[in-house]
Structure formats: structure tokens, C-alpha cells
């Protein structure tokens, strides 16, 4: 991400912990319970021993926190990223106890990572690295345990070396990841789901808002997984995405980019940059956009107290984990701007990596058409959920969201006891 997106640093896991604690405060929770809530309850931090191609020995850290397991096995992705730290594993693993809370899936909330750079590493080094890793923490996985699933720089091949992995010393486990190939258990519309559920929460707001996906202006920033398969839904849904970008920087076109033409050009040159139909933007350029709907779909923090005064969207639907700080936030509201909390849009991924679990532990395989209904009818009912409790409290939809979740999981804490 350009540097001047973001000019001061903000600890993930603090903005993490403010937004659950306005939340606490509004519902009314005692000091005990939500310090029992906020702490994780499970940290592993290991060393990563990798022989790498040229024969050197490098030494990678990595982490996997286990925030809460009231409701479930815990469930979150691994991210491979020179900025990981236990600070921020921390917050996305709370980030994933709110998220399963919300859409009602049995899980709590778990998050992993190593800090490396794979851009910089062949596929053997990170086979290597990927296999140490799941080794060293093996024993706190399981598919009634711990069950990860990809995440930024991870996808279906490194799914598939955890699961290989773990399998060789527990025989064969295919529910003990999630997001594999569909060789080995993985499920049909899961590669997609966190991009389509961007696409359904976002029609589901609209409405709410008196505005039309038809013709709705949506800038998009981040063009992996997520947000490229937001791009293709959106466009489908009848929507005009004018700009997209990524870490190299972005593009745009107020007529509309043709998005199956670009990601096509993409895809061959691994960036969107150049994209020979449309002009070059920034990153920072593109958040400032005049447009309906801005999607921020890479990294956290990109939208800041700096910036947030130049944006000019009417919705932001937030694909990336914590991308608008608090501050950002307070400015945001201030300038009647609709934030959709992570936690809401970016649950499609969790529902479909859900699902997959379930046909796992049941030997079966879905149709792609029942998991993507499926999908929808989850995240249009906590959508409307959330909608709903912030009209009748007078909040705004990320507060309302982390009510929600928070008092699925303090139910589950005092029920099952402390004694």
C-alpha cells in the first residue's frame, strides 16, 4: 500500500478493542466480562525454520491466536505478510470471534500468520515454510478444535499443504482446513464468496439507502481475491465500477471499466497497472473518488483521520479487515457516510468456509447453486438484523453489528460456566 495512505500507524489491535469496548459500554457489560471477552485465550507464537533455495537457513515468525471458543472450534485464515505481528493476529482473531458471532456459525473467532514476503520466496520455500509452520502448531488444530483457512498472500495450494500436513500425522482430515482445491474437499463457491457476499450485503443497503445497484458508481481498492470477484459481482449486479487498483497502484474509468477484460490483463501481467483502456490513478486517488460505493479490500488502516476528509463516497463496504480507524470514522459519520463493518461484509468468506466444514464432516458435496443460496440467505437475515438494532437503538451499523455479536457470545460464556 502507498505510504501516504496512511501517515500515522494505528495498532490494529487497539482500534480492534475500541470498537468492541463502545459497544460493551452501550450494552452495559460488567468490567469482568468484557475483559473475559476481549483477552484471547489461546497465543502461540513458534519460529519457522526454512532451508531456503540457496541453501541458507532463514528463521520466520509466526503466530496463531485463539480469541474464543465459547460458541465453537475457533476458525480464521492464515496470512502470509512481511507486517504480521502478534498485535495484529490478535485483532483479526477477535475480528473472527465477532464475525462467526454475527452470522450465527458455530465457531469462535482464531487468526495465523508468518511474517514473511512471498513475493520474494519460490513455490518450494513456501511449501517448506507452510508445512514447519502447521507442524509447530499442529496441536492446537483440529476439525473440533481449530480449523484454518486462507487469507491474504494463502490460497487453495497452501490449503492443501496444511491439510497434507496435518493428515500425516492424524491420517486423513480434510475438515481440518478450509478453502482447498475441490480435489481434496474443498467446496464449490467457496473461491468466490467473500466477493459475492460483498455484492448481496451491498444490494441489501442500497435499498435501505433509496439508492439503485443499477447504475451505482463503485471504486474498488484491492484487486485479489476479494476484490476482484467484488468487481465481476458488482458489474453484474448491474453496478459501474470505475476504478479498481492495487499495492503497484490503480486505475479508472468514470464510463465504467470492462471488467472481464481488465481482470483477463491482470491476471497475464499481475497487476492492473497499464491497463492500456483506462487512465492511471493512485491508491490514495482512488479513495478520494466521487462514487456510491467505495470498497476497501486490501489491508487495514488505509482510511484515516488524513484522508477520510477528502472522500467523497456515499456507502463503504468494508471487504479488508479494520480499513477505516476510528478517527476516520467519527469524520466519516460526521459527512453522513454509511460504513458497513468488516465484520458484515466480509463474512461470505466464513459462511462458504462453514460449509465446506460441514460437507466435510458429512462426506458429501454441494451444488454450487445450494451454497451460494445458502450464502445469501445467511447474509441477508444479519444484514437485516443488524439494520434493524441500529434503527431501534439510534446507532450506527458497526456498533449495532458488535452488540449483536457480543451478546451471542456472552450468552454462550454464561451458560456454559466458570466454575
Not at 452495559?28 to 519460529?47: C, I, N
Not at 483457512?149 to 500436513?165: G, L, R, S
Not at 481488465?262 to 479513495?287: D, F, R, W
Not at 454441494?366 to 444484514?383: D, M
Amino acid at each position: 500500500m502507498e505510504q501516504e495512505i496512511s501517515r500515522a500507524p494505528v495498532s490494529s489491535y487497539k482500534v480492534t478493542n475500541r470498537q468492541f469496548e463502545q459497544a460493551a459500554e452501550r450494552m452495559g457489560l460488567t468490567e469482568e466480562l468484557k475483559s473475559l471477552l476481549m483477552m484471547p485465550f489461546r497465543e502461540m507464537a513458534v519460529q519457522v525454520p526454512v532451508k531456503m533455495d540457496d541453501g541458507r537457513l532463514e528463521v520466520f515468525l509466526g503466530y496463531r491466536v485463539q480469541h474464543n471458543g465459547a460458541r465453537g472450534p475457533t476458525k480464521g485464515g492464515i496470512r502470509y505478510h512481511p507486517t504480521v505481528d502478534i498485535h495484529e493476529v490478535r485483532s483479526l482473531a477477535s475480528l473472527m470471534t465477532w464475525k462467526t458471532a454475527l452470522t450465527g456459525l458455530p465457531y469462535g473467532g482464531a487468526k495465523g500468520g508468518v511474517n514473511c514476503d512471498p513475493s520474494r520466496m519460490s513455490i518450494n520455500e513456501l511449501e517448506k515454510l507452510t508445512r514447519k509452520f502447521i507442524d509447530r502448531i499442529s496441536i492446537i488444530l483440529g476439525p473440533y478444535r481449530d480449523i484454518p483457512a486462507p487469507d491474504v498472500n494463502t490460497n487453495p495450494q497452501v490449503m492443501a499443504w496444511i491439510m497434507d500436513e496435518y493428515s500425516s500425522k492424524h491420517g486423513y482430515t480434510p475438515s481440518v482446513v478450509t478453502g482447498k482445491p475441490l480435489d481434496l474437499g474443498g467446496s464449490e463457491g467457496r473461491l468466490e464468496a467473500t466477493g459475492r457476499g460483498v455484492t448481496f450485503i451491498a444490494q441489501e443497503a442500497l435499498l435501505d439507502l433509496g439508492l439503485d445497484m443499477t447504475g451505482a458508481s463503485v471504486a474498488i481498492q484491492g484487486f485479489g481475491n476479494v476484490g476482484a470477484h467484488a468487481a465481476r459481482f458488482m458489474e453484474e449486479a448491474g453496478a459501474n465500477v470505475i476504478a479498481v487498483s492495487d499495492v503497484n497502484g490503480g486505475i479508472k474509468d468514470e464510463g465504467g471499466l470492462d471488467i472481464k477484460d481488465m481482470t483477463k490483463y491482470s491476471q497475464e501481467t499481475k497487476t492492473v497497472v497499464g491497463y492500456p483502456m483506462a487512465k492511471p490513478i493512485t491508491n490514495q486517488e482512488l479513495l478520494s473518488l466521487p462514487c456510491d460505493i467505495l470498497i476497501p479490500a486490501a489491508l487495514g488502516g488505509v482510511i484515516t483521520r488524513f484522508n477520510a476528509p477528502q472522500l467523497k463516497a456515499r456507502v463503504i463496504l468494508e471487504a479488508a479487515n479494520s480499513p477505516v480507524t476510528p478517527r476516520a470514522e467519527e469524520i466519516l459519520s460526521e459527512k453522513g457516510v454509511t460504513i458497513i463493518p468488516d465484520i458484515l461484509a466480509g463474512a461470505g468468506g466464513v459462511i462458504a468456509s462453514y460449509f465446506e466444514w460441514v460437507q466435510n464432516l458429512q462426506q458429501v458435496q454441494w451444488k454450487e447453486e445450494q451454497v451460494n443460496q445458502r450464502l445469501k440467505e445467511i447474509l441477508t437475515a444479519s444484514y437485516r438484523e443488524v439494520y434493524q438494532t441500529s434503527i431501534k437503538e439510534e446507532i450506527d451499523l458497526r456498533t449495532a453489528a458488535y452488540m449483536i455479536s457480543i451478546d451471542k457470545v456472552a450468552r454462550a460464556e454464561a451458560t456454559r460456566g466458570h466454575n
